[in-house]
T-cell receptor, first 111, second 114 residues
């Protein structure tokens, strides 16, 4: 039979808009979370992280929000640029030094 | 620092052949991870090492896969014999003891088995 590939949710935005990428994590015991950006032909690149004792952390143009009650993580990108087009992964640390990655969201930014 | 260095960048081999992927972690990082990325399964952790010792190899798909880390600056992932379903991008990543900045990934090796 025909194989089915991994379906990546896609978020399409216009340049200059703010983007919000969401992630539901699985393990309530996870204590560390990271967002990665992966451009075509490259390895995942660290964007921002947050520990479970925080609910918000800001970087340059990016903000990560953590809601432990509903096990939800989000990445906000302000003033999205074409160079932000990539696949974004959330990852949770479950156990010692073992990150578990989500399936990813594709962000498409139109000029 | 040159980051995590993987070689080769691309590998095309015939089914049944042995394939060896190589990785040089960031100096001072004592954790090393091998991941496989496919469209079907996304990013999968295959195995990771701490201080050159394999800690968790539960993600290694079968006995055809083996990984070694003979010293702190070098690791290999070997597939013998290779099969078409092994075609994927294989990433190596390294991390320091605290892991406070997550993992640093290499650029990956794209493996095609024909």
């Amino acid at each position: 039979g025909e194989s089915v590939g991994l379906h990546l949710p896609t978020l399409s935005v216009q340049e200059g808009d703010n983007s919000i990428i969401n992630c539901a994590y699985s393990n309530s015991a996870s204590d560390y979370f990271i967002w990665y950006k992966q451009e075509s032909g490259k390895g995942p690149q660290f964007i921002i992280d947050i520990r479970s004792n925080m609910d918000k952390r800001q970087g340059q143009r990016v903000t990560v929000l953590l809601n432990k009650t509903v096990k939800h993580l989000s990445l906000q990108i302000a003033a999205t640029q074409p160079g932000d087009s990539a696949v974004y992964f959330c990852a949770e640390k479950s156990g010692f030094q073992k990150l578990v990655f989500g399936t990813g969201t594709r962000l498409l930014v139109s000029p | 620092d040159a980051g995590v260095i993987q070689s080769p960048r691309h590998e095309v081999t015939e089914m049944g052949q042995e394939v060896t992927l190589r990785c040089k972690p960031i100096s001072g990082h004592d954790y090393l991870f091998w991941y496989r990325q496919t469209m079907m399964r996304g990013l999968e952790l295959l195995i990771y090492f701490n201080n050159n010792v394999p800690i968790d190899d539960s993600g290694m798909p079968e006995d055809r896969f083996s990984a070694k880390m003979p010293n702190a600056s070098f690791s290999t992932l070997k597939i013998q014999p290779s099969e078409p379903r092994d075609s994927a991008v294989y990433f190596c990543a390294s991390s320091n003891r605290d892991g406070g900045y997550g993992y640093t990934f290499g650029s990956g090796t794209r493996l095609t088995v024909v």
